[in-house]
């Protein structure tokens, strides 16, 4: 029995596994590399951090198939924290951040990932496809024709490939044929050993070498606190565009205390915060990159490629390594979104584009993406903050409030204007047949209107609460606050 449970979260894909694992983990390399060189360290703590995310998210992750390791997000935030305080004190805030991440795991915060609007994932993953794209250009400063020849031929492999066969992950043979000619030919171009020094050593169990005081807590708190809020961010996000391209479920609260599991892991073992990475992650669903061994896969060959074949990967040439970005910026895109934009609501349309703009600007998603959401609930918010009346006169002389919207915090006001005290007549009837009173303001406002009523001997009588709205009322009570 378990070996069957083994097999069927494991084993179940292995050779598409192992080879978009292999993909993967080449691509990482310059990506940690970058990294590490933005968060001001050496380029082996983010090869350590990618290489021991990797490897403990694909045992203890909720989302098979997703990669993660060390991010430009993440090492955004670091840069003040080395700069001013030293190494030491980076390997201690990677470990609050996970200690963080796993509090809020048990805490079950990836709920509120549930209230993401589909404009705002929309307007994520086409930002993170710009940013992707954008960051390649770089590569083509001061370059030859050569390297344009060279990013041609790696999309033409990647592209043509699939069309002869889809045994082998056409990304991973393109980086081959383009290293291969790129050795063969002697061609000058700018190598993976370019973008830093990568040293052949296994990563060590290492402890902060600092002092456990107040002080020291109060420095790294505000850095890992940014962290987590950003690694499970851009993690849940990324987990939810997988969940989309697979068609099948992930595990959002396990997946939380897994990133904090590995970012502990990554702090003791001289590595830097990281979390899921969604270019690598295309790469390696794209390559056919679907159980926990893809992952495990991508982690424990990255450290092969640094121990054993480290002079070889010094010279990949980057241009094969810019044209599987371009492939996964293209890929990542999406293009239907804008061909429909025309016909989604212009609110929705709105927050994509806001979402979009800010991520670019700020390059930092969890920003963009809180802003998305954000003005989501503002625009839900002004929506649902309508409400009116129909009223009605009876035979008898009774007048009657046909209550229609939602009556909470945010129509209270507008819900006391609805009413003609001074000339109503001495019965009155609120139904709220088509509202509902959601919170203490919307029975506050019900408890004003009657309160003001009954100074005027009139009666109110009020009918048509639905069964919520009814026990809400009954809880609190109608009556108004002191002063009304």
């Known amino acids: 029995m378990f070996f069957d449970k083994i097999k069927a979260t494991w084993l179940f894909n292995t050779r598409r596994d192992v080879l978009s694992g292999m993909t993967v983990a080449i691509a990482l390399i310059p990506e940690a590399i970058a990294f590490s060189i933005l968060a001001g360290v050496d380029p082996m703590v983010g090869l350590y951090a990618s290489f021991c995310i990797a490897l403990t998210i694909s045992i203890v992750g909720g989302r098979p198939g997703m990669i993660s390791a060390a991010t430009g997000a993440m090492a955004s935030l670091m840069g003040p924290l080395v700069s001013k305080y030293g190494i030491e004190y980076l390997f201690a805030a990677t470990i609050l951040t996970g200690l963080i991440q796993f509090l809020m795991g048990v805490l079950k915060f990836g709920r509120f990932f549930t209230f993401i609007p589909q404009s705002v994932v929309t307007g994520f993953v086409n930002a993170l496809a710009i940013i992707i794209f954008m960051a390649q250009l770089t590569n083509f400063e001061d370059a030859t024709w050569i390297m344009y020849a060279m990013v041609a031929g790696t999309l033409a492999i990647i592209y043509l490939l699939p069309l002869l066969t889809k045994a082998v992950p056409s990304a991973l043979i393109a980086i081959i044929v383009m290293t291969a000619v790129s050795i063969s030919m002697h061609l000058d171009l700018r190598t993976v050993g370019d973008m830093g020094a990568i040293t052949q050593t296994m990563p060590f169990f290492h402890l902060p070498d600092m002092s456990l005081t107040l002080h020291a807590f109060g420095v790294i708190l505000p850095y890992s606190l940014a962290l987590a809020v950003v690694g499970i961010t851009e993690s849940l996000m990324t987990a939810t565009i997988v969940d989309s391209m697979?068609?099948?479920?992930?595990?959002?609260?396990?997946?939380?205390?897994?990133?904090?599991?590995?970012?502990?892991?990554?702090?003791?073992?001289?590595?830097?915060?990281?979390?899921?990475?969604?270019g690598q992650t295309v790469i390696n669903v794209k390559s056919g990159g679907r159980s926990r061994l893809s992952t495990l896969v991508a982690g424990v060959f990255l450290l092969f490629l640094i121990l054993v074949l480290g002079d070889v990967v010094k010279q990949i040439p980057m241009a094969a390594l810019v044209g599987v970005m371009f492939m996964v910026s293209i890929g990542t895109f999406d293009w239907k979104s804008v061909i429909t934009i025309g016909r989604i609501p212009r609110s929705d349309a709105l927050v994509m584009v806001v979402t979009v703009a800010i991520v670019i600007a700020t390059s930092n998603l969890a920003i963009g993406v809180i802003s998305g959401v954000v003005l989501s609930a503002l625009i839900f918010g002004w929506r649902s903050a309508r409400i009116q009346t129909h009223t009605s006169v009876s035979t008898s002389g009774a007048k009657t409030y046909a209550i229609t919207g939602q009556l909470f915090f945010g129509t209270m006001a507008a819900f006391a204007d609805l009413f003609d005290y001074k000339n109503d007549p001495a019965a009155i009837t609120l139904d709220f047949s088509r509202s509902h009173v959601w919170d203490h303001s919307g029975v506050t406002a019900i408890a004003k209107v009657v309160a003001k009523y009954e100074r005027m001997n009139k009666t109110v009588t009020i009918i048509g609460l639905n069964e919520e709205s009814k026990q809400l009322v009954a809880q609190i009570g109608l009556t108004a606050p002191s002063g009304h």
């Open 246 to 278: 697979t068609d099948t479920k992930s595990n959002k609260h396990t997946e939380v205390k897994g990133q904090g599991i590995a970012n502990i892991v990554s702090g003791l073992f001289g590595g830097m915060a990281g979390c899921a990475m969604i």
